[in-house]
């Protein structure tokens, strides 16, 4: 079956550090591939996402790049802000499945230090 | 874009009670409807989808249920709450129609459940 697997957190960065969140999937078929953020308290919203192989999905200085080869979808960001500590899932959703369910990661959680 | 709407907000309950949380979709017709929860620190749990009013999957068994009375509308229910059944409940949309590529969904600001 689909599944993501994102890597454990808590990820603890200061101010300006490289961010990287790995994330890689299995998929029967050729899935659209998401990355979203939550905010405490709050729902989930789209950071980004990539519908085939090689696309990069960009927003807010984040970026990942949909590598079919390595079935991998990393999100990275160069320079990484307070306000960016949230928690970040990665998700599919694969037509081939026949359903209309999204596969979702556990969520990595990332803590930016002033 | 969609906009979800989900009261209450927040909900303290005592184990035994009912529950009826409500969700509302603007912004586009006939979509795919979701619920999810989300324990403390936890990932999401898909718990019911629709496709359609009166079509409802349940993905995981147990004292919860769900129903789309209309397109643009989808409520969770539960007749006896467990302290189990605690958690942030999440609604989701994505567009209707065929099964398609690209279609993100798009959440609501979810409601937060203690069951004492």
């Given at each position: 079956g689909n599944s993501v697997t994102q890597m454990e957190g808590p990820v603890t960065l200061s101010e300006?550090?490289?961010?990287t969140i790995n994330c890689t999937y299995t998929a029967t078929g050729y899935p659209s591939l998401f990355?979203?953020?939550?905010?405490?308290?709050?729902?989930?919203?789209?950071?980004?996402?990539?519908?085939?192989?090689d696309d990069k999905g960009s927003n807010k200085g984040f970026e990942a790049t949909y590598r079919k080869e390595t079935t991998s979808f990393h999100l990275e960001k160069g320079s990484v802000q307070v306000s960016d500590s949230a928690?970040?899932?990665?998700?599919?959703?694969?037509?081939?499945?026949?359903t209309y369910k999204y596969i979702f990661g556990t969520g990595t959680r990332l803590?930016?230090?002033a | 874009s969609q906009t979800i709407h989900q009261w209450p907000a927040t909900l303290v309950q005592p184990v035994g009670s009912p529950l009826s949380?409500?969700?509302?979709?603007?912004?586009?017709?006939?979509p795919n409807l979701y619920w999810y929860r989300q324990?403390?620190?936890?990932?999401?749990?898909?718990?019911?989808?629709?496709?359609?009013?009166?079509?409802?999957?349940?993905?995981?068994?147990?004292n919860l249920?769900?129903?789309?009375?209309?397109?643009?509308?989808?409520?969770?229910?539960?007749?006896?709450?467990?302290?189990?059944?605690?958690?942030?409940?999440?609604?989701?949309?994505r567009p209707g129609g065929r099964?398609?590529?690209?279609?993100?969904?798009?959440f609501g600001p979810g409601t937060r459940l203690t069951v004492t």
């Open positions: 300006e550090a490289f961010l990355w979203y953020v939550q905010y405490p308290g709050e729902g989930l919203q789209l950071l980004l996402k990539a519908t085939k192989a928690v970040y899932f990665c998700a599919l959703s694969d037509p081939a499945s026949g803590k930016v230090l | 949380l409500e969700c509302t979709v603007e912004g586009t017709s006939n324990a403390a620190g936890r990932g999401l749990q898909l718990l019911f989808y629709s496709v359609g009013i009166g079509q409802i999957s349940s993905e995981v068994p147990q249920s769900a129903s789309r009375p209309q397109d643009r509308q989808f409520i969770l229910s539960s007749k006896k709450l467990l302290l189990s059944d605690s958690g942030f409940y999440l609604c989701a949309s099964i398609g590529f690209g279609y993100e969904q798009y």
